[in-house]
DNA sequence: ATATTCCGTTTAATATAATTGTCAATCGCG
DNA sequence: CGCGATTGACAATTATATTAAACGGAATAT
């Protein structure tokens, strides 16, 4: 999100030291600084006090904000955001970008050995595909199952029932693709 | 603000539960349930985990907000937000709405005995105009001085330097309007 | 040179948000 | 009815944000 640098950026576009603002805020100069270096997520009580005071609105910053966010076109390794709750199963799933605002969702998957995504077939809109990049992994797609090894691929339409297996021993790592974005 | 009320709507607009809700954002239900209730503020972070479950984007979320609180027509005594930092020198500044998103600004001012705005006279934009409810107060315009009692009221061009001192013995009590608004 | 002021950062203490576990109420279903 | 499942709410604990105070750097004045 970086809240902390868009903060910064509009404070400095209007002239405003750390201290000034926190004045008008109610705030504290120290709290500022913690949210400007990304180091705490303010309360959203907090942040608004912060923008009443520059004068923005918050659903301004948020335009502007998740505007830059779109137009962000390169990533880190950390970056990428982990979507998999709690990495049920041994199973990661890293998101590139936000896909909230984008036709496009693009996945650095990674599935510990014995990682299973569970029977429970959840068939979305769209189509997905994706290439095996380390180790191996069944998959299954409408009844049909193949064992995938590193340089592997697949392609489907989403609304078909789908799982994912590690039977090996290795954990597996998949990049994969899907349009429209699931979550 | 009212996030709560908003999030609770949106919520069940999808038809989620909050504990569904909370296991798609990685939180748990009885944050949901603080959240909805308006008892705590949410962290920005936790706020963007409920939205990107439901999903729906920050800016979109404050825009349909804040829209809401526009068009807000009545408001409860209480509900006038306190915009004087920390009530400072016996001054007490209510104001009604949300001045971000209106061309006037009404407040509700009460003076304690020996409060004082002080002599630093900033000078913004536009006009302002006030009549007083109860008690009196010493009003200085551009050099000009005058005691104002219950009923009386004043209007001036804001640009004129202006101080409000409250040299009697009980509170003083005044309704007044500005435009455009100022922080 | 050396205070002086203003800036942003950091740390320890405190206030607040979030979790955990539980509760009563509600809704179907047998 | 009576049972199990699901709902939103709440109290106590834990985690986190916020404060208050101090620090060091940079610019300006004495």
Redesign the pocket.
């Known amino acids: 999100m970086n809240v902390g640098d868009k903060l910064?950026a509009i404070?400095?576009k209007h002239g405003?030291?750390?201290?000034?603002?926190?004045a008008k805020?109610?705030?504290?100069?120290?709290?500022?600084?913690?949210?400007?270096?990304n180091?705490?997520?303010?309360?959203?009580?907090?942040?608004k006090s912060l923008l009443d005071a520059i004068p923005i609105s918050m659903a301004e910053f948020f335009t502007i904000l998740e505007e830059d966010d779109s137009a962000k076109v390169f990533y880190r390794a950390q970056e990428l955001t982990e979507i998999s709750p709690s990495h049920q199963g041994g199973v990661s799933l890293r998101q590139l970008g936000n896909a909230a605002h984008h036709a496009l969702q693009v996945l650095h998957e990674t599935y510990e050995p014995g990682a299973d995504t569970g029977p429970e077939f959840l068939s979305h809109e769209g189509e997905e595909a994706g290439v095996v990049v380390r180790g191996s992994i069944e998959v299954t797609v409408d009844g049909a199952v193949s064992l995938l090894n590193a340089g592997d691929g697949y392609l489907f339409d989403s609304r078909l029932p789908h799982r994912f297996r590690n039977i090996g021993t290795d954990p597996c790592e998949i990049v994969s693709a899907c349009t429209p974005p699931s979550f």
């Open positions: 910064r404070r400095k405003l030291s750390q201290r000034e603002l926190a805020a109610g705030l504290t100069n120290g709290t500022i600084s913690l949210i400007e270096k180091r705490t997520s303010p309360s959203v009580a907090s942040l």
